[in-house]
């Protein structure tokens, strides 16, 4: 995470960063910002439907299979799975948490905002914040 953080700042904002990108990733279920910033690319969004729904974090997934196992330390080792449309959408009933590999994008949040998100994609619908993630999708 320093690796990409200080390419594009200076020392002391680099390391004034790392907390904070901490702090930032912790409520999308992200407990380990190093893996997750090397398994993504450099843009990261937080989506929601409307003002009232919860938010979820949208990044463009470069490796799948470390997002997988974050997403398996978040969720357990066999965590419940849906398919929406085309898309699994794995999650903890415990807490209702989901998280998703779409396309090329990684998708975590309250399990019923990533399945808005993953069934606005598949009815190629475009919601205001969700428009990066269909156009690179197509």
Not at 17 to 35: C, F, N, Q, S, V
Not at 55 to 70: M, Y
Not at 84 to 91: K, S
Request: aromatic share 4%.
């Amino acid at each position: 995470m320093n690796a990409a953080v200080s390419s594009h700042a200076d020392l002391v904002g680099a390391l004034a960063a790392r907390p904070m990108l901490r702090t930032l990733l912790k409520p999308y279920g992200i407990d380990d910002p190093d893996t997750f910033v090397h398994a993504v690319g450099p843009h990261l969004e937080t989506i929601r439907s409307d003002d009232t729904s919860p938010s979820v974090l949208l990044a463009e997934a470069l490796d799948r299979q470390s997002l997988r196992k974050l997403a398996q330390k978040r969720l357990g080792p066999r965590p419940a799975t849906e398919t929406v449309a085309d898309f699994e959408m794995m999650i903890l009933s415990s807490d209702n948490w989901a998280m998703s590999l779409a396309d090329n994008h990684f998708l975590s949040g309250q399990a019923e905002a990533v399945r808005r998100c993953l069934q606005a994609r598949a009815q190629s619908q475009s919601l205001v914040p969700l428009t990066l993630f269909a156009a690179q999708s197509d």
